[in-house]
C-alpha cells in the first residue's frame, strides 16, 4: 500500500489548490468519470501489495485528479513510536492525475483503471463527499493493518455513495488473512519470516475483509449494482512485469545455513547467543502485545517458539545450574511441541520449521547435559 512522503511545500500547495479548486460543491459534467485505481506492487516495504486510489475525470470542467487515502507525514512527532503503536494519522491527499503516473513510472508498476457505472447524481454524490472528507478533518484515519487502509477507505466511501455494503469481498473467504498474506512476500524472505512470527490469531482468522488493493480490483469484476455490473472491464494504463529481487543474503539459504552452524558448531555460548536472541524477540513480541493498536500484534502464539523465558534458561545456564537449567529446558521443548502441533496447518509452519528444529536440538542438548545421573547399583 502505498506511503506518501510529502515535503512542506509540495503539501501546502496541493492544500491551497484543494480549498480554491473545491471550497464549494462543482456541479460534474454528463462526461465524468470516476474511476478505481489499482497500482502493482513494489520491491519497497511500502509497496509490497500494491495500492488502491480513485480517479475522478471531467474533461468539460478540466479536472482529472487522483485521491489518495495512503499518506502520511514523517515529521510528525514520535513518528516511529506512533507507527508502532498504531495511533500514526493516515489522510487522504489529492494529485494531478499526470503527477499520479509519473510517480509510478518512475517506479516501473503496473496501474489498473475500472471506471464505476453508477448514475450521474451518485457520481456527483461521491464527488462531493471526497471533497467534503479533503477539506474536514474526517481527512485523517488511523492506520489499522486490516481493518483500515488505502483500500478499506476507498470501499468505504464508494459504499456510503452507493447507499448500502455494495461492494463486499469475492472469493478467498475461506482462507485466513495470514494464508493470503504469505505470497506478497515472494523474493523478500526475511520480511516473510519476520511477519509470520510478529502478527498473532487475527491474521488466522478466514479473510473475509476487503483489505488489500487486488482483492479489491478482483472483487469489483464480480460485483453488481441494480442488477448491472457495478465497474467497466479492467482498463491497463501502465503494465510491468514485477521483478523479483534476488539477494545473495535475503533468502532462505542464508537462514539455513546460520542454523546448521548454530547446531553443528556445539558450543554453549554459541547456543546461548541464540537462545538470547529468540527471548529478546519474545519480549519485543510481549511488550507490542499489550503496548500497541494494532491487533494483528495480540495474542501472538509465536512466544511458545520465541519465549521470553529463554533469557532465565540462559541465566541459569552461565550460571551452572544443573537443576534449573535440566527443568527450563524441558519446559520449553514441551512448548515447542505444544507449538509445533498448534501451528503444524498454518501457512507459516514451513517457514519457521527450521527454527523449531533448531530450538529442539539446542534443547535436548541442554537438559542432556545438565540432567542428574541416573545412580548404577552394582
Given at each position: 500500500?502505498?506511503?506518501?512522503?510529502?515535503?512542506?511545500?509540495?503539501?501546502?500547495?496541493?492544500?491551497?489548490?484543494?480549498?480554491?479548486?473545491?471550497?464549494?460543491?462543482?456541479?460534474l459534467?454528463?462526461?465524468?468519470?470516476?474511476?478505481?485505481?489499482?497500482?502493482?506492487?513494489?520491491?519497497?516495504?511500502?509497496?509490497?501489495?500494491g495500492?488502491?486510489?480513485?480517479?475522478?475525470?471531467?474533461?468539460?470542467?478540466?479536472?482529472?485528479l487522483?485521491?489518495?487515502y495512503?499518506?502520511?507525514?514523517?515529521?510528525?512527532?514520535?513518528?516511529?513510536?506512533?507507527?508502532?503503536?498504531?495511533?500514526?494519522?493516515?489522510?487522504?491527499?489529492?494529485?494531478?492525475?499526470?503527477?499520479?503516473?509519473?510517480e509510478?513510472t518512475?517506479?516501473?508498476?503496473?496501474?489498473f483503471?475500472?471506471?464505476l457505472?453508477?448514475?450521474?447524481?451518485?457520481?456527483q454524490?461521491?464527488?462531493?463527499n471526497?471533497?467534503?472528507?479533503?477539506?474536514?478533518?474526517?481527512?485523517?484515519?488511523?492506520?489499522k493493518?486490516?481493518?483500515?487502509?488505502c483500500?478499506?477507505?476507498?470501499?468505504?466511501?464508494?459504499?456510503?455513495?452507493?447507499?448500502?455494503?455494495?461492494?463486499t469481498?469475492?472469493?478467498?473467504?475461506?482462507?485466513?488473512?495470514?494464508?493470503?498474506?504469505?505470497?506478497?512476500?515472494?523474493?523478500?524472505?526475511?520480511?516473510?519470516?519476520?511477519?509470520s512470527?510478529?502478527?498473532?490469531?487475527?491474521?488466522d482468522?478466514?479473510?473475509?475483509?476487503?483489505?488489500?488493493?487486488?482483492?479489491?480490483?478482483?472483487?469489483?469484476?464480480k460485483?453488481?449494482?441494480?442488477?448491472?455490473?457495478?465497474?467497466?472491464?479492467?482498463?491497463?494504463?501502465?503494465?510491468?512485469?514485477?521483478?523479483?529481487?534476488?539477494?545473495?543474503?535475503?533468502?532462505?539459504?542464508?537462514?539455513?545455513?546460520?542454523?546448521?552452524?548454530?547446531?553443528?558448531i556445539?558450543?554453549?555460548?554459541?547456543?546461548?547467543?541464540?537462545?538470547?536472541?529468540?527471548?529478546f524477540?519474545?519480549?519485543?513480541?510481549?511488550?507490542?502485545?499489550?503496548?500497541?493498536?494494532?491487533?494483528?500484534?495480540?495474542?501472538?502464539?509465536n512466544?511458545?517458539?520465541l519465549?521470553?523465558?529463554?533469557?532465565?534458561?540462559?541465566?541459569f545456564?552461565?550460571?551452572?545450574?544443573?537443576?534449573?537449567?535440566?527443568?527450563?529446558?524441558?519446559?520449553?521443548?514441551?512448548?515447542?511441541?505444544?507449538?509445533?502441533?498448534?501451528?503444524?496447518?498454518?501457512?507459516?509452519?514451513?517457514?519457521?520449521?527450521?527454527?523449531?528444529?533448531?530450538?529442539?536440538?539446542?534443547?535436548?542438548r541442554?537438559?542432556?547435559?545438565?540432567?542428574?545421573?541416573?545412580?548404577?547399583?552394582?
Amino acid at each position: 500500500m502505498k506511503n506518501v512522503i510529502f515535503k512542506k511545500t509540495l503539501f501546502s500547495l496541493l492544500l491551497l489548490l484543494s480549498f480554491i479548486g473545491f471550497s464549494q460543491n462543482l456541479p460534474l459534467s454528463k462526461d465524468a468519470k470516476i474511476s478505481v485505481i489499482t497500482c502493482g506492487l513494489g520491491n519497497e516495504t511500502y509497496s509490497y501489495f500494491g495500492h488502491t486510489a480513485i480517479r475522478v475525470t471531467d474533461p468539460t470542467n478540466n479536472i482529472d485528479l487522483v485521491y489518495n487515502y495512503g499518506a502520511f507525514d514523517f515529521r510528525t512527532p514520535n513518528f516511529v513510536m506512533k507507527f508502532a503503536k498504531g495511533d500514526l494519522q493516515y489522510f487522504v491527499v489529492v494529485h494531478p492525475f499526470v503527477d499520479f503516473m509519473n510517480e509510478y513510472t518512475y517506479e516501473k508498476r503496473s496501474v489498473f483503471e475500472q471506471e464505476l457505472l453508477i448514475p450521474q447524481d451518485t457520481k456527483q454524490k461521491l464527488f462531493d463527499n471526497l471533497n467534503t472528507t479533503l477539506l474536514s478533518e474526517d481527512r485523517y484515519y488511523i492506520y489499522k493493518f486490516i481493518d483500515k487502509n488505502c483500500t478499506s477507505m476507498v470501499v468505504e466511501i464508494i459504499n456510503k455513495a452507493l447507499n448500502g455494503e455494495v461492494i463486499t469481498k469475492k472469493g478467498d473467504n475461506d482462507i485466513t488473512y495470514r494464508s493470503i498474506l504469505f505470497p506478497y512476500f515472494d523474493g523478500h524472505f526475511y520480511d516473510k519470516l519476520g511477519t509470520s512470527i510478529i502478527f498473532g490469531t487475527k491474521v488466522d482468522q478466514l479473510g473475509t475483509k476487503i483489505f488489500l488493493p487486488f482483492e479489491l480490483k478482483n472483487s469489483l469484476e464480480k460485483t453488481t449494482f441494480k442488477n448491472k455490473p457495478l465497474v467497466s472491464n479492467s482498463k491497463t494504463l501502465l503494465q510491468f512485469e514485477k521483478e523479483t529481487p534476488i539477494s545473495w543474503w535475503n533468502n532462505i539459504f542464508t537462514y539455513i545455513i546460520i542454523l546448521l552452524f548454530i547446531v553443528l558448531i556445539n558450543k554453549r555460548i554459541i547456543d546461548n547467543i541464540y537462545l538470547l536472541a529468540l527471548s529478546f524477540i519474545g519480549i519485543l513480541f510481549v511488550f507490542m502485545g499489550f503496548y500497541s493498536f494494532h491487533h494483528e500484534l495480540a495474542m501472538n502464539y509465536n512466544v511458545l517458539l520465541l519465549s521470553p523465558l529463554l533469557l532465565i534458561l540462559v541465566i541459569f545456564s552461565i550460571a551452572k545450574n544443573k537443576k534449573w537449567s535440566y527443568r527450563f529446558a524441558v519446559l520449553h521443548l514441551i512448548f515447542l511441541v505444544i507449538y509445533s502441533l498448534f501451528i503444524i496447518n498454518k501457512a507459516h509452519f514451513f517457514i519457521v520449521l527450521p527454527m523449531i528444529i533448531t530450538s529442539g536440538v539446542i534443547l535436548v542438548r541442554i537438559a542432556i547435559q545438565n540432567k542428574k545421573p541416573i545412580p548404577i547399583i552394582i
